[in-house]
């Protein structure tokens, strides 16, 4: 079955620099497109960006755009988020999603989740 | 970026009752629309996709309507699991957008 486990989150400091992970199994990774979304507390879902199954196609929520890159490691059947200029405001549970298709497609599989806290 | 306004942003309903949920689009989306349940503590399912696809495994209580900007969630007969919050996304151009939300009570 498709699995998705998230890892990397922690406590970081305004401005420091963070790496999510989400290791997939259970489907062919390179077939689907992969997103990121992420949930401050108490607060709705917020989707942060997606990469297409090559890895060359990516888009961004504009509270990210410059300070977050998606990327993927389709030997590894790992999706990364790479978050720079963290933001009191970026601390949320960040989850990854697959695609519904190779492009795009409401997310159909999503992982459990990973807590960022950006705190002094 | 295309603008998701979601509504109501909470209700609270009686077990048995119909229940629908709406969600306008700032601009025409065809139907690249989906519909979540996200239960406390939990990670977002997918009820519906496409607008009106059901998930597979997802009780036929729920279904999905509409197209362009104009879409409705609705749940036939309210069952107490179905306690949740409930978002619709869209997908027809990044970036992607949620809607804020709509907090399901029963009563």
């Known amino acids: 079955q498709v699995q998705l486990v998230e890892s990397g989150g922690g406590v970081v400091q305004p401005g420091r620099s963070l790496r999510l992970s989400c290791a997939a199994s259970?489907?062919?990774?390179?077939?689907?497109?992969m997103h990121w979304v992420r949930q401050a507390p108490g607060k709705g879902l917020e989707w942060v960006a997606v990469t297409w199954y090559d890895g060359v196609n990516k888009y961004y929520g504009d509270s990210v755009k410059g300070r977050f890159t998606i990327s993927r490691d389709n030997s590894k059947n790992t999706l990364y988020l790479q978050m720079n200029s963290l933001r009191a405001e970026d601390t949320a549970v960040y989850y990854c999603a697959r695609g519904a298709t190779a492009r795009s497609g409401t997310p159909d599989h999503w992982g459990q989740g990973t807590l960022v806290t950006v705190s002094s | 970026d295309i603008q998701m306004t979601q509504s109501p942003s909470s209700l609270s309903a009686s077990v048995g009752d119909r229940v629908t949920i709406t969600c306008r689009a700032s601009q025409g989306i065809r139907n690249d629309l989906g519909w979540y349940q996200q239960k406390p503590g939990k990670a977002p399912k997918r009820l519906i996709y496409a607008a009106s696809s059901l998930q597979s495994g997802v009780p036929s209580r729920f279904s999905g309507s509409g197209s362009g900007t104009e879409f409705t969630l609705t749940i036939s007969s309210l069952q107490p699991e179905d306690l949740a919050t409930y978002y619709c996304?869209?997908?027809?151009?990044?970036?992607?957008?949620f809607g804020q939300g709509t907090r399901l009570e029963i009563k």
């Open positions: 996304l869209q997908h027809n151009s990044y970036p992607s957008t």
């Open positions: 259970g489907f062919t990774f390179i077939n689907y497109g």
